[in-house]
């Protein structure tokens, strides 16, 4: 958006002239908008008219006493940051102010450079509470979405698998009930299966985000993780006619990670080649070793992502749906987990695509470089398991 | 008016709901362009569209339709085909919103037009608010904003839509769908009031039409209609794509025999080669150059004097739509006598 | 001298549920066609002219049979085919935030996911009738 950024509002609430001159003065000048009130009335009715962050309140004045004034302010509005000033700073009055919900407490005569200080501090801290407020209200949304749609994730396959077993409880012997019985019996075998798997996705990505699972920071290599991977889809590559492809021409692309979350990394992308593919299409793994960082692209010929939709991609339940692509099974999770692990790597992913002609994804992560301590050979962490890792240089 | 807001994530609910009061078309999206279209569920339209290839004119004045149908001695037999169909149009941008009701004007003058006026009765109006881009310049055309002739319009507030009722039918609306509206708060209002002052500012195409009128007059015998004429191909697609054209022409369709036919009426434009030919031969406006300059001299000054304004709403459809590139930014910086358009 | 069979369109995009709950109906005695989608469902309905109509609420995306519901309840010859509604993703409808008796889903009766066979087909009879079970 075009528009400048809104000035904080500050209030001062004085009866001394001369201090709401030179706080107007000093506060202007670090850039807030600053509205002085010679007493309590008018002063609360300025915060409940200008919204302030802050207010700067005096003590001892006429009318209504400062602390009556600090205690309305909150009331007003409970986020408001007091700093009280007073001509006759003693414990007791300090004390007393704190407990009436003053944040700091400021002693006249002042500097400029005191009452910046604790102007600075107070909105500082203040910034913090609403922050954390907000990412705990997006943390109980998305947990309250994770719930919603997993339930309904996992309720889909379950319910199906229900009613084939009712129907079946239900259905008289005969011969046309037999033939339909084994079919049902795969059926419900295959919907199993896809409850494991959406399972499986969502504990990765829950353990991924809850650090719960002590990563490994060793030395892995890409390109033995990438060849184990596309050995393991050949037969499902082969029965998509889709062929598969390595241009990894180094010996070994080295990076310092987490041997299971880059198998995760590489997994996700490879098997959507082969899925989001064409028949007779082709994936293609390639890789390239530059100074100090090591780039995979898994590229496909498939059915390609509209530029919409690249955005959205990395968002956790998103899945194209579009006329085009066939509705394959997936948790749309592939990509998030994907992306959650670069980001944990301090890399980047990318996309790139062409509706109909197909898309490439490309990984950069930064390349292996021995820490002191550690030996720098050419055996990677992949033949051991990981207690031994754990063992060797952390 | 009544001023609610609908929370965003609540719209398909609403959508399937208003579906009560009629067939529920909305923008959208086909090979890139934007189309308004009934829907056959809620996912596939596209409030975030620039503009449609035509405009909502096609649902009140369709591009063809039969007026009535006679038989030769007996008489005519209007026809009602689809008039009674009922339509709820979602998504409908002001500019849009202020041609229908520019075009109400001219169907509802001193020759009411039946068909027009029970389509327009039957079709509701659901408005959204949405943001300029380089070819927009309703805001120059004073359409930018419209305070009728919409039955709800939503004004985009983050997560909520900030709801203007406009007729009896948008309450009904909301009352049907019970508690999906909520009160908007004063915050709420503020944010609105953010929202389109930042608008304002997003405009990119600006077109001066103060004393437009005027120096269309004075300058009839300028040269740059015969570069436009040159340039201009007679398409009519400015005129087909155009919220406030209405020019159509009438013909007889005689049955074999010649004792019944029906009488049509189907979308012309004043850039089609025989709009101004007569019967004899004449052609008033042989050259194409001619026919250029009456679509703009009609639609920025003879409207004005028929019904006090222009009537382009600065939608930017015939920018996108001309296959030469006819801007009409750049055909009123050059009348006004500015070496290029003023757009930023 | 029979009637002829009773037909029974259900809308469902789970290609199992549907299968499951179409055998079972069939061996009841009905004639059953299936649609997965909203769309597809609407084109069928008006093809095949059911007795009754099985619709699943959450499809594709999550309004897809109230929208469905109402094309239907606004087509001639199709408002007063009785709907039978089922959603597995809530047990009432108004936890979706829909006032209950408020007229959104014109339905006639609900169901939630799994169902209990003979319970459906006991209301599909007292709908429709049919339902003579085969040998």
Not at chain 1, 236 to 264: F, H, K, Q
Not at chain 1, 373 to 393: I, L, P
């Amino acid at each position: 958006m075009s528009e400048p950024a809104e000035r904080e509002t500050i209030v001062v609430i004085d009866d001394d002239y001369a201090i709401r001159l030179s706080c107007r003065k000093i506060l202007s000048k670090m850039g807030f908008r600053a509205e002085t009130f010679e007493d309590g009335a008018q002063g609360l009715e300025g915060v409940a008219r200008l919204k302030p962050g802050l207010a700067v309140v005096d003590l001892k004045m006429p009318g209504i006493s400062g602390m009556e004034v600090i205690a309305r302010v909150h009331e007003i509005d409970p986020e408001i940051v007091v700093v009280v000033i007073t001509g006759y700073p003693t414990i007791d009055t300090a004390v007393a102010a704190m407990k009436c919900g003053a944040y700091d407490f400021l002693p006249k005569p002042f500097s400029p450079d005191e009452l910046r200080l604790i102007v600075n501090r107070g909105l500082e801290r203040r910034r913090l509470a609403i922050e954390s407020r907000r990412a705990e209200v997006e943390r109980a949304l998305l947990k309250r979405r994770f719930v919603t749609f997993v339930s309904h994730q996992l309720q889909t396959p379950l319910v199906a698998i229900h009613q084939y077993l009712s129907v079946l409880k239900n259905l008289d012997d005969t011969d046309d009930a037999a033939a339909k019985r084994q079919q049902w019996f795969d059926r419900c075998l295959a919907r199993t299966g896809e409850m494991q798997t959406i399972i499986k996705d969502w504990l990765t990505l829950s353990r991924i985000e809850g650090d719960r699972l002590s990563r490994q920071r060793v030395k892995v290599d890409l390109k033995r993780i990438v060849t184990d991977i596309l050995a393991t889809y050949e037969e499902m590559a082969r029965r998509n006619t889709v062929s598969l492809e390595v241009r990894m021409p180094e010996d070994a692309y080295l990076v310092r990670g987490d041997r299971n979350c880059l198998i995760v990394l590489f997994d996700n992308l490879i098997v959507n080649a082969i899925k989001y593919n064409k028949p007779g299409g082709k994936v293609t793994v390639s890789g390239e070793a530059r100074e100090g960082e090591v780039e995979i692209s898994v590229t496909d010929t498939g059915v390609g992502i509209p530029e919409k939709y690249r955005q959205l991609l990395f968002d956790e339940f998103f899945r194209v749906e579009d006329e085009g692509s066939k509705k394959t099974a997936g948790t749309g999770l592939g990509l998030a987990i994907s992306k959650r692990i670069v980001s944990e790597m301090g890399g980047s992913i990318e996309v790139e695509s062409q509706v109909n002609a197909g898309s490439t994804f490309r990984v950069r992560l930064l390349a292996f470089r021995a820490q002191a301590g550690e030996e720098d050979n050419n055996r990677s962490a992949n033949e051991f398991t990981s207690e031994e890792d754990t063992d060797r240089g952390r | 008016m009544k001023i609610l807001k609908l929370p965003k994530e609540k719209l398909d609910f609403f959508a399937s709901v208003v579906q009560q009061f009629g067939e529920v078309h909305a923008p959208v999206e086909q090979d890139g362009k934007y189309v308004f279209q009934r829907l056959s569920r809620w996912s596939e339209a596209r409030l975030d569209y620039d503009r449609t290839i035509l405009p909502p004119k096609k649902y009140t004045l369709p591009p063809r339709e039969t007026l009535f149908q006679y038989r030769a001695g007996q008489g005519y037999l209007p026809s009602t085909e689809g008039l009674d169909k009922r339509i709820v149009l979602m998504g409908v941008h002001a500019c849009d919103v202020y041609g229908l009701n520019l075009l109400d004007q001219v169907f509802s003058g001193r020759y009411d037009d039946p068909p027009y006026q029970t389509r327009r009765k039957n079709m509701a109006i659901i408005g959204i608010d949405c943001r300029p881009d380089g070819s927009c310049f309703c805001r120059s055309m004073r359409a930018d904003f419209v305070d009728r002739g919409f039955d709800l319009f939503f004004y985009d507030i983050g997560d909520y839509y900030l709801t203007l009722v406009g007729t009896a039918l948008g309450d009904d609306m909301v009352l049907a769908t019970g508690p999906l509206f909520e009160k908007a708060s004063p915050e709420d209002i503020d944010e609105y009031k953010r929202r389109s002052s930042s608008k304002r500012q997003a405009f990119q195409l600006e077109v001066e039409i103060r004393d437009l009128p005027e120096i269309f007059e004075m300058e009839y015998q300028s040269g740059i209609w015969d570069e436009l004429g040159e340039k201009c191909l007679s398409c009519g697609s400015c005129s087909m794509v155009c919220p406030t054209c209405y020019c159509h022409d009438v013909a007889d369709d005689a049955q074999l025999g010649s004792r019944d036919g029906g009488r049509n009426r189907s979308w012309d434009s004043c850039l089609f080669a025989a709009h101004a030919a007569v019967a004899g031969g004449e052609n008033f406006r042989n050259s194409r150059a001619s026919r250029i300059k009456l679509r703009y001299y009609h639609k920025h000054r003879g409207f004005v004097a028929e019904y006090g304004r222009p009537g382009c709403v600065g939608c930017g459809r015939c920018i996108a739509a001309c296959p030469v590139e006819i801007h009409i930014g750049d055909v009123i910086a050059k009348l006004r006598g500015i070496q290029n358009a003023p757009s930023r | 001298m029979s009637s002829p069979a009773k037909k029974i369109l259900i809308v469902d995009d789970d290609h199992d549920f549907a299968e499951a709950v179409s055998s079972y109906l069939e061996a009841q005695g009905y004639v059953v066609v299936t649609a997965h989608e909203g769309r597809e469902g609407l084109k069928l309905a008006k093809m095949e002219r059911p007795d009754l109509i099985i619709m699943d609420i959450v499809m594709n995306e999550r309004t897809e049979g109230f929208f469905t519901v109402q094309e239907l309840r606004r087509t001639a010859e199709l408002k007063a085919v009785p709907i039978f509604v089922m959603s597995s993703l809530y047990s009432k409808i108004t936890d979706f935030g829909v006032p209950p008796d408020s007229g959104w889903l014109a339905h006639d009766e609900f169901f939630s996911k799994p169902v209990e066979m003979p319970a459906l087909v006991e209301k599909i009879r007292q709908r429709i009738g049919g339902g003579e079970a085969t040998a």
